[in-house]
């Protein structure tokens, strides 16, 4: 199966290209951005040697659903998605920060509160909790967005101290924040799944707050099916769940979590596809729609440019 890792398109008007660790981002004149979904995987902060099959289309066309079913509770910066794994929007500056919202202690917060954390972000936690227990409510954790390495956790009051977002900007997003993340766990209920944690991201633009990057994805997003949860978490075992956390745990039982030292694992042809048939499985249960695979016989970068170049012609 075909795996789209690289881009290195050249658009009328684009001003820079910026190559991330799953998206790589063409700046339009200062105006747009055309953000592309590759197929590329990261964990532990880096890279994956393969590219994982429909990832990117996948994560492209849970965004761009989820973007138009939140628009009334704050603008966003879509416009269109010309092609399968493109979405094209607007121009935001972007704040340093992620907000990171959980509805239940697992992933790294429970790695850390395992090894003795009481305090994650500012939000205090009580003893005796255990892994994958519900908050009486979402607890808001933010982390710093760094560019190269770790992001870092981070509170509510450090960041107004260090100016990187004002205190009004902060009041507005972390109520989006929460407002957008009861719309998503009320929508994954209906399609029998829990919306455990995500992140957003949001940007500015001629003095208006953003929605910015992508919503609700499994790559930003943890889902655990709600059949079985209780279940599960009265025993002990493990959760059932739709999201890049398996990836990550299969890692680690390979013994890799990109510290000094660790060698990444061989990824197998055999591997890729069956998480590319996990990213497929979310689609179809968080959509309830059938997932239409873009496939054809040229190459996949020839199609996205064709149909970027003819999106970006017809607005002028």
């Known amino acids: 199966m075909k795996a789209l890792t690289r881009t290195d398109f050249h658009f009328d008007g684009q001003k820079s290209v910026y190559h991330g660790k799953v998206r790589d981002v063409y700046n339009i004149n200062d105006d747009l951005i055309v953000m592309v979904a590759t197929d590329r995987i990261s964990a532990f902060d880096i890279v994956l040697p393969k590219g994982i099959p429909f990832k990117g289309q996948v994560l492209n066309q849970i965004a761009a659903r989820f973007l138009d079913l939140t628009k009334d509770i704050c603008p966003n910066w879509k416009l269109a998605t010309p092609d399968p794994m493109v979405t094209v929007g607007l121009n935001c500056k972007g704040f340093p920060v992620e907000m990171i919202i959980r509805s239940i202690l697992t992933g790294s917060a429970w790695r850390a509160y395992k090894d003795g954390c009481r305090d994650l972000c500012g939000v205090k936690l009580p003893d005796g909790m255990r892994e994958n227990q519900r908050f009486p409510e979402p607890i808001v954790t933010p982390t710093t967005k760094a560019a190269t390495g770790h992001d870092l956790n981070i509170s509510k ?6 100016g990187l977002i004002p205190a009004d ?22 399609r029998g799944l829990i919306l455990v944690d995500t992140k957003y991201e949001f940007g500015k633009r001629d003095g208006q707050c953003y929605l910015i990057d992508e919503i609700h994805t499994p790559d930003s997003s943890r889902y655990f099916y709600t059949e079985g949860y209780e279940e599960k ?4 075992e493990p959760q059932k769940q739709l999201s890049k956390e398996f990836v990550r745990q ?5 013994n ?3 510290e000094p030292g660790q060698k990444m694992p061989e990824l197998t042809d055999e591997f890729a596809e069956k998480v590319s048939e996990r990213y497929i499985e979310l689609y179809e249960h968080i959509t309830g729609e059938k997932f239409d695979k873009a496939t054809e016989e040229g190459d996949i970068a020839t199609r996205i440019e064709k149909n970027v170049k003819s999106y970006l012609a017809s607005r002028k």
Do not use: V
Request: negative net charge.
């Open 233 to 236: 978490f009265e025993k002990g």
């Open 256 to 258: 890799f979590m990109n």
């Open 250 to 254: 299969w890692l680690i039982e390979q």
């Open 157 to 162: 009051e450090e960041i107004i101290k260090q």
């Open 169 to 190: 900007d902060y009041a507005i997003i972390e109520d989006w924040t929460q407002k957008l993340f009861k719309r998503g766990q009320e929508i994954a209920a209906k």
